[in-house]
């Protein structure tokens, strides 16, 4: 027989059925997520299938009509965009172990106990992240021109060659150096975020135990802040993938920027200049199946050697 306090807790526990409310909650961002992404990528994978076919005698008729993937296999084929893949996969090669590196290096300094001006260390090293890419490459594009660069007068002054940073031969590393540069203070805060996280008492004990600041830092605090690394470095190679900006903004600056320079670039040619969508929305899912599988295969691979097991 139930006693008395028992029936009495079974009517006092809650009921786990919310109602409608959750539902509610969750209908805005439902809404916005559905309208302004998957509603999107549907249309996008929908023109790819497709493309304009003139019809007809005399002028002929345009019409939309279902090509299956011949548009990915025209992708696929266009030397330009391969080239551009290939220059955008190098330009990532530069950019993220660059800019990671430097992220990581500032972080441990400013985390280092007897570290001075660190509020405007951080400060300094973050405000060209708030930079917006448009003018951060204006601002390198005519320190790179050379009529007009104060680094070629640097170079002059003292009897060496200027450089010429938009030669065929450097124009990768001139632009790279712009998005090292916009995307080492974002890292840094997020990093040096991360170590101010981890308990004083680990830091205690290492010193107790003889390590020094060296020590501690390659040893105690990079392992500790492993998930932030992975995290940086996953945003990092997504950035790199969707490059556009920089060389874009610097197109006009020189002929070693073509068109076509990065796959962006030619989705925007191909839409805008060429007003072939279909084209341009084939381009843009390989581009994002791309960003997808090297997300996927880079987390993979550093939360392996960083847990010693799958996530």
């Known amino acids: 027989m139930v006693s008395a306090a028992t029936a009495v807790r079974r ?80 330009y990532g090669l530069i950019v993220v172990p660059t800019m990671l590196g430097l992220a990581l290096l500032f972080a441990l300094l400013l985390d280092t106990p007897r570290v001075r001006f660190g509020a405007f260390s951080r400060i300094g090293i973050f405000l060209p992240y708030a930079v917006p890419g448009v003018i951060a490459s204006l601002l390198w594009g005519f320190l790179y021109l050379p009529n007009v660069s104060p680094i070629r007068d640097v170079f002059e002054a003292v009897g060496l060659p200027a450089p010429d940073f938009l030669a065929p031969g ?31 008492e680990m830091y205690d004990a290492a010193r107790i135990d003889g390590a020094n600041e060296v020590q501690i830092a390659l040893r105690v605090k990079v392992p500790l802040i492993m998930p932030a690394v992975i995290m940086t470095a996953i945003f990092a190679m997504i950035s790199t993938l969707q490059v556009y900006t920089e060389p874009a903004t610097l197109q006009p600056l020189t002929d070693t920027v073509s068109q076509t320079w990065v796959p962006l670039m030619t989705i925007y040619r191909d839409a805008f200049v060429n007003a072939d969508l279909y084209s341009a929305a084939a381009a843009s899912v390989v581009l994002a199946l791309g960003t997808l599988a090297v997300s996927v295969a880079v987390l993979t691979v550093l939360q392996r050697r960083a847990f010693g097991r799958d996530r």
């Open 11 to 90: 009517r006092r526990r809650p009921s786990r059925r919310g109602g409608p409310t959750p539902y509610v909650l969750l209908a805005p961002a439902i809404v916005l997520l559905v309208l302004f992404l998957l509603v999107p990528i549907g249309y996008t994978v929908y023109l790819s299938l497709r493309a304009a076919r003139v019809t007809g005698g005399g002028l002929g008729i345009r019409k939309e009509t279902f090509v299956g993937l011949d548009n990915y296999a025209s992708v696929l084929t266009d030397s330009a965009y391969v080239d551009g893949l290939l220059r955008m996969l190098l």
């Open 170 to 200: 450097s124009v990768l590393f001139s632009v790279a150096n712009i998005g090292v540069w916009g995307g080492v203070g974002f890292n840094m805060i997020v990093l040096f975020t991360a170590l101010r996280g981890v308990p004083q």
